[in-house]
């Protein structure tokens, strides 16, 4: 098959002949439809060492994938070859910038129909993050505050969206540019960073802006209330609350709501450029000055 590999010597991307993934326990080989990445992931300890620190290169990058499965491997349960299929791998295995991938089944989730796959592919990462910022770590229940610092970013536009879902009341931060498609995503009211002053008292703030921001925010927080960051460990905790900073985790339960939304329509992740396998090191290049979310396409 065709992927993309990152070589030890020269930390290079490769687009090349390599070989097709073996399945393990719990596995299930994927035709690879859309992948996604994250512009940075290039520079992460797991792209060349396994958990063990056994050198694992060439390693595939990009960890979100949208595809088909094409086969099921012993003790896989809940798929079916032929299902249309989304979600996250781990990241210390080969990604999805490859024609096919062996992924664990409890890592992926059925697409529902209506949603294409470049639509997937760009829900998993981001959607996860934001799913688990506001609900597992920051406890969001309907008829609260949130502000959401970066609300038109990725990962902030998922979450601007989920919480109106949740029946929240949604405060979007950010520079200018970006409050239009703040509000038009659901925000209740738009603050613009480096002009606004930061509005007190809500039940909680997530950050994926970091910076001066993150420091400012506990102040914002009403007594009681979170404070949750994916930038960093928050410097301040509020008062008599709680100050949370954590890593996505994968979940099929959680891809399920993800999808079951964007079936509905009532979640829509922004597909940015779209990239051929063939000009991955082209994707990962042009990613930050590209708003959306970079897709590649074998």
Same mark, same amino acid.
């Given at each position: 098959?065709?992927?993309?590999?990152?070589?030890?010597?020269?930390?290079?991307?490769?687009?090349?002949?390599?070989?097709?993934?073996?399945?393990?326990?719990?596995?299930?080989?994927?035709?690879?439809?859309?992948?996604?990445?994250?512009?940075?992931?290039?520079?992460?300890?797991?792209?060349?060492?396994?958990?063990?620190?056994?050198?694992?290169?060439?390693? $595939?990058?990009? +960890?979100?994938? =949208? !595809?088909?499965?094409? @086969? #099921?491997?012993?003790?896989? %349960?809940?798929? &079916?070859?032929?299902?249309?299929?989304?979600?996250?791998?781990?990241?210390?295995?080969?990604?999805?910038?490859?024609?096919?991938?062996?992924?664990?089944?409890?890592?992926?989730?059925?697409?529902?129909?209506?949603?294409?796959?470049?639509?997937?592919?760009?829900?998993?990462?981001?959607?996860?993050?934001?799913?688990?910022?506001?609900?597992?770590?920051?406890?969001?229940?309907?008829?609260?505050? $949130?502000?959401? +610092?970066?609300? =038109? !970013?990725?990962?902030? @536009? #998922?979450?601007?969206?989920? %919480?109106?879902? &949740?029946?929240?009341?949604?405060?979007?931060?950010?520079?200018?540019?970006?409050?239009?498609?703040?509000?038009?995503?659901?925000?209740?009211?738009?603050?613009?960073?480096?002009?606004?002053?930061?509005?007190?008292?809500?039940?909680?703030?997530?950050?994926?802006?970091?910076?001066?921001?993150?420091?400012?925010?506990?102040?914002?927080?009403?007594?009681?209330?979170?404070?949750?960051?994916?930038?960093?460990?928050?410097?301040?905790?509020?008062?008599?609350?709680?100050?949370?900073?954590?890593?996505?985790?994968?979940?099929?339960?959680?891809?399920?709501?993800?999808?079951?939304?964007?079936?509905?329509?009532?979640?829509?992740?922004?597909?940015?450029?779209?990239?051929?396998?063939?000009?991955?090191?082209?994707?990962?290049?042009?990613?930050?000055?590209?708003?959306?979310?970079?897709?590649?396409?074998?």
């Amino acid at each position: 098959m065709k992927a993309v590999r990152i070589h030890e010597l020269d930390g290079d991307l490769r687009y090349e002949d390599a070989p097709e993934p073996v399945p393990g326990t719990g596995d299930v080989v994927v035709r690879v439809h859309a992948a996604g990445f994250v512009p940075d992931e290039l520079t992460w300890p797991s792209k060349r060492v396994d958990r063990a620190g056994r050198d694992r290169t060439p390693a $595939v990058p990009a +960890h979100e994938l =949208a !595809g088909v499965v094409t @086969s #099921l491997s012993y003790g896989t %349960a809940g798929l &079916a070859v032929g299902d249309r299929v989304f979600g996250l791998t781990d990241f210390h295995r080969d990604g999805a910038a490859a024609e096919y991938i062996a992924v664990e089944a409890r890592n992926l989730a059925r697409i529902p129909e209506g949603v294409d796959f470049a639509q997937a592919a760009a829900l998993p990462l981001a959607g996860l993050t934001a799913l688990q910022g506001l609900f597992t770590h920051g406890g969001l229940r309907a008829g609260q505050t $949130v502000m959401i +610092h970066g609300a =038109a !970013g990725g990962t902030g @536009s #998922l979450a601007v969206q989920l %919480a109106k879902n &949740a029946g929240a009341t949604v405060i979007g931060t950010g520079r200018a540019a970006a409050r239009a498609l703040a509000l038009d995503l659901g925000a209740d009211t738009f603050v613009e960073l480096g002009r606004d002053e930061l509005p007190g008292q809500v039940d909680l703030v997530f950050d994926t802006v970091g910076g001066e921001v993150l420091e400012r925010s506990a102040a914002a927080v009403k007594p009681g209330g979170v404070l949750v960051s994916i930038t960093a460990p928050p410097p301040v905790v509020p008062q008599d609350g709680r100050a949370v900073f954590f890593i996505v985790e994968s979940d099929r339960a959680q891809l399920g709501e993800l999808a079951a939304l964007a079936g509905q329509g009532r979640l829509r992740a922004h597909v940015g450029a779209v990239f051929p396998l063939s000009k991955t090191a082209e994707a990962f290049t042009s990613k930050r000055h590209t708003p959306g979310k970079t897709i590649l396409e074998p």
